[in-house]
């Protein structure tokens, strides 16, 4: 997966606006597909936990009609003298759940979180 940021203000009530593409041939149909989305933070609690609605949208960050939003809940516990992260996802109905889950919502996220990982090993290496 690559991600591209249109726009990004992490402050309560601001937008990230993006762009997710499957970038990873082993993907099978979802190869090549693109997919836009629009995050508005709800709550941002340094250094505790950050909350934000997600959802699908258009190239100009429009929400996508028919599609379901999610509640994300981020909180971040020390754990044995590192940082854990426990992402919660609440959607309004299990059929959306259903609907995320056969677009491969979990594939794309655990891609941008083996993304991340290797962003923070090269960080650590740097510094």
Not at 93 to 119: H, I, P, T
């Amino acid at each position: 997966m690559a991600t591209e940021n249109r726009e990004f203000n992490f402050k309560p009530d601001g937008v990230w606006h993006y762009c997710t593409r499957c970038t990873d041939e082993n993907q099978g149909e979802f190869y090549g597909q693109e997919s836009w989305g629009k995050a508005v933070y709800q709550k941002i609690i340094i250094p505790e936990s950050i909350v934000f609605t997600d959802m699908f949208a258009d190239e100009e960050g429009n929400a996508a009609d028919g599609m379901p939003v999610t509640m994300v809940t981020m909180t971040f516990v020390e754990h044995r003298g590192k940082t854990k992260l426990i992402m919660r996802s609440r959607f309004a109905s299990v059929e959306g759940l259903q609907q995320v889950m056969e677009m491969g919502v979990v594939q794309g996220c655990a891609s941008q979180f083996y993304r991340l990982d290797g962003l923070l090993e090269k960080l650590q290496q740097i510094g």
